[in-house]
């Protein structure tokens, strides 16, 4: 069975600093990973997902994350934040052969003006 | 293509009561799963339908329950509504099970 972990439940972060919000995967299988972004009073929206190939991938809102095999992780970046990023992200697994998804307890991004 | 719809969007239900949600999914999506989301516990998996079976499910009471019709919609049963069952319930679907969800605007539940 696989599992995930977002290791930080708040992040603060300066308007135009750059930011990672961590994850951390669990499988014994190959995985899909996901990161899904929660706008208030909202619900969730797929902001990148890697399935297979460049362990680069980008998404939307100017978002990327970088898989990581030998580490386990799955850290979504952004080089300068505004403040209409302030939201809620979800990173997410699933495993090949179609499991179910998996969430990750969220991290909060705040950010400071 | 249209999204995942919810219907209602708000609820307020009195104690006791049973309360049933409806979820549309984008079409094609054969999987279709349900959350819980509260501030307290976060994000909770309730179970997941894939062409009007039951393929997954969370670690919830018997009160809730759902089904999928044969056009992929589906509904969720909440029946005697406790004061913690006020939540944000939330609907994805999906091509299949493990690819990725695509999330409705979600049902604000209010119990009194």
Same mark, same amino acid.
């Given at each position: 069975?696989?599992?995930?972990?977002?290791?930080d439940s708040q992040v603060p972060v300066f308007e135009e600093a750059p930011v990672e919000l961590r994850?951390?995967?669990?499988?014994?299988? !190959? @995985?899909?990973? *996901?990161?899904? @972004?929660?706008? $208030?009073?909202?619900?969730?929206?797929?902001?990148?997902?890697?399935?297979?190939? !460049?362990?680069?991938?980008?998404?939307?809102?100017?978002?990327?994350?970088?898989?990581?095999?030998?580490?386990? =992780?799955?850290?979504?970046?952004k $080089? =300068?934040v505004?403040i !209409?990023d302030t939201a809620e992200y *979800?990173?997410? @697994?699933? !495993?090949?052969?179609?499991?179910?998804?998996? *969430?990750?307890?969220?991290t909060r991004l705040h950010i400071l003006p | 293509? #249209? &999204?995942?719809?919810?219907?209602?969007?708000?609820?307020?239900?009195?104690?006791?009561?049973?309360?049933?949600?409806?979820?549309?999914?984008?079409?094609?999506?054969?999987?279709?799963?349900? /959350?819980?989301?509260?501030?307290?516990?976060?994000?909770?998996?309730?179970?997941? /339908?894939?062409?009007?079976?039951?393929?997954?499910? +969370?670690?919830?009471?018997?009160?809730?329950? +759902?089904?999928?019709?044969?056009?992929?919609?589906?509904?969720?049963?909440?029946?005697?509504?406790?004061? &913690?069952?006020? #939540?944000? /319930?939330?609907? #994805?679907?999906?091509?299949?099970? +493990?690819?990725?969800?695509?999330? &409705?605007? +979600?049902?604000?539940?209010?119990?009194?």
């Open positions: 069975a696989q599992s995930v972990t977002q290791l994850c951390n995967y669990s499988s014994s299988v !190959s @995985v899909y990973l *996901f990161w899904y @972004v929660q706008y $208030p009073n909202q619900g969730l929206q797929l902001l990148l997902k890697y399935l297979s190939g !460049s362990t680069l991938v980008k998404g939307i809102n100017g978002f990327e994350a970088e898989f990581n095999k030998s580490q386990t =992780s799955f850290h979504l970046r $080089p =300068s505004h !209409s *979800f990173c997410a @697994v699933s !495993s090949v052969g179609y499991d179910k998804i998996i *969430f990750g307890k969220g | 293509k #249209a &999204g995942v719809t919810q219907t209602p969007r708000y609820l307020i239900k009195t104690r006791g009561q049973q309360v049933t949600l409806s979820c549309s999914p984008i079409s094609g999506h054969r999987s279709v799963s349900w /959350y819980q989301q509260t501030p307290g516990q976060g994000l909770q998996f309730l179970f997941e /339908y894939f062409s009007e079976t039951q393929r997954n499910k +969370g670690n919830f009471p018997g009160r809730f329950s +759902g089904r999928q019709f044969s056009n992929s919609r589906s509904e969720m049963n909440v029946s005697t509504l406790e004061l &913690g069952d006020s #939540a944000l /319930y939330l609907c #994805a679907s999906s091509l299949r099970t +493990g690819s990725e969800q695509y999330f &409705g605007p +979600g049902t604000r539940l209010t119990v009194t």
